[in-house]
């Protein structure tokens, strides 16, 4: 493979990546509508279209075997194919969060919410917009923009406090909600991990540009 083949199989590994992540993001935001419409049926969908993204990471990371095997890969290209594995882990354990919400959607489908569900799809949101910007600045090799996404995890990690004590109280005067009110800290605890493998892809992003890996998870 020439060079400019090289480079082009780097692109298409770029490009897998990104449609994995857009896969993840779009299971993020569905698996939190599905909680609060209960809606079991997107939930069901959720949980079907978990193959997409396990199939994804096993092509990309075959092909990211494949290079390194064949092409003998220059120093930053290999770090490039090295953290594209990184990413491609941190991916799938985002998706398998959004399952785990799924079933809880299933599990609370015949039940009245203690509350509306209001700091819950805020979570979420923010979440969404920071898969889809770690991983543009990953792809760009932007890495303030990586130290910015990070900065958007102290919002998750903000409303998860929030409605954690808020959880609390509800569940010191509604015993007969427990298993509910748990439930959905768990929910808020798993978009908070979404948050903190998010923030991986981003000191992934700062070790591929400056070799320098750092912990941005405190």
């Known amino acids: 493979m020439t060079r400019t083949g090289f480079d082009i199989a780097l692109k298409e590994l770029h490009n897998d990546l990104l449609r994995m992540g857009s896969i993840v993001e779009k299971q993020i935001h569905q698996c939190i509508e599905s909680l609060v419409n209960k809606d079991v049926e997107l939930a069901d969908n959720i949980i079907k279209n978990d193959d997409l993204v396990d199939d994804l990471q096993k092509e990309i990371e075959n092909k990211c075997i494949r290079l390194i095997a064949k092409e003998q890969p ?16 941190d991916l799938e354990r985002m998706a398998d969060y959004a ?14 919410y203690v509350k509306e569900l209001i700091d819950i799809p805020k979570m979420s949101e923010i979440v969404k917009d920071m898969i889809r910007s770690a991983l543009d600045a990953y792809v760009a090799a932007d890495v303030d923009r990586a130290y910015e996404v ?31 009110i748990t439930q959905l800290l768990f929910v808020c605890k798993y978009l908070e991990r979404v948050g903190d493998h998010v923030t991986n892809i981003c ?10 890996l750092k912990d941005l998870n405190e």
């Open 150 to 180: 990070c900065k958007m995890d102290d919002e998750i990690d903000s409303l998860y406090k929030n409605v954690f004590t808020e959880m609390l109280t509800i569940m010191a005067n509604n015993k007969q909600n427990v298993n509910q």
């Open 203 to 212: 000191e992934w992003t700062i070790y591929l540009v400056t070799g320098e």
């Open 99 to 112: 399952v785990d919400i799924a079933k809880i959607t299933k599990r609370l489908k015949n039940e009245k």
């Open 74 to 89: 220059l120093a930053i290209d290999l770090r490039t194919i090295f953290t594209t594995t990184k990413l491609v882990t």
